[in-house]
C-alpha cells in the first residue's frame, strides 16, 4: 500500500492534542454492561494523565447519565465526560466521541466489552509513522456460558471487517474517515451494520496502513439470543450492501460470490432439488452442503451423530442464502 504524505488536521473546532488516548465508549441503555466497561477503562495499567474516557449516550433515559456521574467520582485523575445525544446507531457516536476527542489516539471500546488492564499500552505501543488503525484481539468472556445460542465477537487476527468493539485509530486518520451513516437503534428489526467496516477502508484507501495487537486483549459479554435471531441473522441482508462499497473485501468469500462454503453447498443442493425430475442423479447434488457441515469441527459430535449438525443448520443455511439473495438483489452485488 501507497503510504500517503501526511500533514497535521488543522480542524479549530476539534480539541487540542494534550493526550496519548481518548477512549470512546458508545452506549445505549444497558447499565450494567457499561458500568463493566468503563470501570475496565478506568483501571489501565497506562498512566491516568494520560488518557481520557468519552461515554457517548444515546439512550432515551436517564440511567446511564445517573451512572457515569457516579462513576466519575471513583476517576481519579482520569477524565471521565458524558455527552448525550439522540439515537442514530453507533457509528455517528463514535464519530461524535472522535471530534470531542484530545488524544493522538482514539480507541473505540463497546459498551459491552471490558477492556484487559494491559489494553491501552498494548494498542498504542504498535502505532508508528505509517499506522493509522491498530486491530485489537476480542474473545468471549471466558467466565460465561456461550454456545449456538449467544452473541459475541471474536477477532483473533486482522480481518476485513475491522469491528470497532475494540480498535485504535489515529485521530489524524479519522479527517480520511468520512460521516458514517445513521442507523437505527438497536430495538429497530430493519438490517444495519457495516459501517465500522467501511469506516476503516476509508481511512486505509486514503493511504493509512493497518495492523493487528494480540495483547490488546478485550472480553466481549457473552449474551443470550432468542433462537429465532440465530435462525434469521438479519445482518447478512447487508453483506451485499458491504461487498458493493467496499470491494477489497471480496476475496474474503468462498469463491469471490458465498459468504461461505456451506451457501456454495446449498446452491448446489437448490439446483438439483429443481432438477430432480429430469435427472437420476438430483441427489449428488446434496453431498457437498452435507460433506461441508459435517465434517467442521465439533467437541461434542462424533460419527454418525454429525448427521445431526447438518439437520440442524440446514433451515440457518436456507434462510440465510434466502436473506444474501435478497441483499444481492436490493443492492446489486452478488453475494450468496
Not at 453483506?239 to 473485501?249: A, C, F, N, Q
Amino acid at each position: 500500500m501507497n503510504t500517503k504524505t501526511r500533514q497535521q488536521v488543522d480542524n479549530p473546532d476539534q480539541p487540542d492534542v494534550d493526550l496519548d488516548v481518548s477512549v470512546v465508549i458508545p452506549a445505549y441503555r444497558r447499565p450494567e454492561l457499561l458500568r463493566n466497561a468503563v470501570q475496565s477503562v478506568l483501571t489501565q495499567s497506562l498512566a491516568p494523565g494520560r488518557y481520557e474516557v468519552i461515554v457517548v449516550d444515546s439512550s432515551p433515559d436517564d440511567a446511564n447519565a445517573r451512572l457515569v456521574e457516579q462513576l466519575q467520582r471513583d476517576a481519579g485523575s482520569v477524565s471521565l465526560r458524558l455527552i448525550r445525544k439522540p439515537p442514530e446507531g453507533p457509528g455517528p457516536s463514535r464519530m461524535l466521541g472522535a471530534r470531542e476527542a484530545r488524544g493522538r489516539v482514539v480507541a473505540f471500546l463497546d459498551s459491552d466489552c471490558r477492556a484487559t488492564p494491559g489494553w491501552l499500552e498494548a494498542g498504542l505501543a504498535r502505532f508508528d509513522r505509517d499506522i493509522g488503525i491498530v486491530q485489537g484481539r476480542t474473545l468471549p468472556d471466558p467466565d460465561q456460558p456461550n454456545g449456538v445460542f449467544y452473541r459475541y465477537v471474536v477477532v483473533e487476527a486482522e480481518n476485513p471487517y475491522y469491528e470497532a468493539a475494540n480498535i485504535f485509530y489515529l485521530r489524524e486518520s479519522l479527517a480520511d474517515a468520512g460521516e458514517p451513516s445513521r442507523d437505527m437503534t438497536p430495538n429497530d428489526d430493519r438490517p444495519t451494520g457495516g459501517e465500522d467496516a467501511l469506516m476503516a477502508w476509508r481511512v486505509k484507501r486514503s493511504g493509512w496502513q493497518s495492523t493487528f495487537a494480540a495483547d490488546a486483549l478485550v472480553l466481549h459479554e457473552v449474551i443470550p439470543i432468542p433462537k429465532w435471531h440465530w435462525l434469521y441473522e438479519k445482518r447478512m441482508l447487508m453483506l451485499p450492501w458491504l461487498l458493493r462499497e467496499i470491494p477489497e473485501i471480496k476475496s474474503k468469500f468462498y469463491l469471490g460470490c458465498f459468504f461461505d462454503r456451506a451457501q456454495a453447498g446449498i446452491l448446489l443442493l437448490l439446483v438439483s432439488l429443481s432438477l430432480s425430475p429430469l435427472s437420476p442423479y438430483w441427489l449428488a447434488g446434496c453431498i457437498p452442503y452435507v460433506v461441508v457441515r459435517a465434517s467442521e469441527p465439533s467437541e461434542t459430535l462424533h460419527g454418525v451423530m454429525r448427521v445431526a449438525r447438518v439437520l440442524f443448520y440446514l433451515p440457518r443455511d436456507l434462510i440465510t442464502f434466502g436473506l444474501l439473495m435478497i441483499g444481492s438483489l436490493r443492492y446489486r452485488a452478488l453475494l450468496l
